[in-house]
């Protein structure tokens, strides 16, 4: 079971690129790598989801190295309404495994 | 097309007390998810269900109980409040599990004095 580590918060300022690292050296071969956004008082809501290389939609991209060891959660031009907790989390499609979503990193964007 | 829903939105109890959340999905999803999240402690998973008849124990099941007798609805008992169950609850339902995007609700504050 692949265990992911991510940076416990970060601080960034508006218009800034954010990079968000975690961390699954663990990784089986055919999992994936999945990103969540909490604002507060919200639930998680799925932001982006890869294999390997990159990924990218309208709300960020998703850099996965060859080795798949890691991954980069990338926000560009971050705005205030951008902090919030971001989770990673790494497992099969369809696979009867759960994925925890452990304490995510909190992202603060300041003015 | 509401996604997930849960009801109450808060709720206050004294200890000793039971009450349900329910959930309710309109995506025809099989898998439900229940979750507890406490300050600083990310989301940790209390019970989930596969489908519509069955659960299954998450990391965090003491205390709670499930039901799943309809599909669309997945319903988180506490039999005794107790304090430690101060928090907030999330539901979430899935099409298939594993690292399938999991839809969550809005959420319960939950309160035990």
């Known amino acids: 079971l692949a265990k992911t580590t991510q940076p416990i918060s970060m601080d960034s300022y508006e218009g800034q690129e954010v990079n968000i690292t975690c961390s699954h050296n663990?990784?089986?071969?055919?999992?994936?790598i999945t990103w969540y956004q909490q604002f507060p008082s919200q639930g998680p809501r799925f932001i982006i989801q890869?294999?390997?290389t990159k990924v990218t939609n309208e709300v960020a991209s998703l850099f996965i190295p060859a080795d798949r060891k890691s991954s980069t959660l990338s926000l560009p031009r971050v705005s205030l309404s951008d902090t919030a907790v971001y989770y990673c989390?790494?497992?099969?499609?369809?696979?009867?495994?759960?994925?925890?979503f452990g304490r995510g990193t909190s992202l603060i964007v300041h003015p | 097309n509401a996604g997930v829903t849960q009801t109450p939105k808060f709720r206050v109890l004294k200890t000793g007390q039971s009450m349900t959340l329910l959930c309710a999905q309109d995506?025809?999803?099989?898998?439900m998810y229940w979750y507890r999240q406490d300050p600083g402690m990310g989301l940790r998973l209390i019970h989930y269900?596969?489908?519509?008849?069955?659960?299954a124990k998450g990391e965090v099941p003491d205390g709670y109980n499930v039901s799943r007798l309809k599909k669309q609805n997945f319903l988180l008992g506490l039999e005794s409040a107790a304090p430690s169950q101060t928090s907030v609850y999330f539901c979430?339902?899935?099409?298939?599990?594993?690292?399938?995007?999991?839809?969550f609700g809005p959420g319960t504050r939950l309160t035990v004095t």
């Open positions: 890869g294999y390997k």
């Open positions: 989390l790494v497992g099969l499609r369809g696979g009867s495994y759960i994925p925890t």
């Open positions: 995506m025809n999803h099989e898998y």
């Open positions: 979430a339902s899935s099409y298939l599990t594993g690292i399938d995007e999991q839809y």
């Open positions: 269900s596969v489908g519509e008849g069955t659960t």
């Open positions: 663990n990784i089986a071969t055919n999992d994936y």
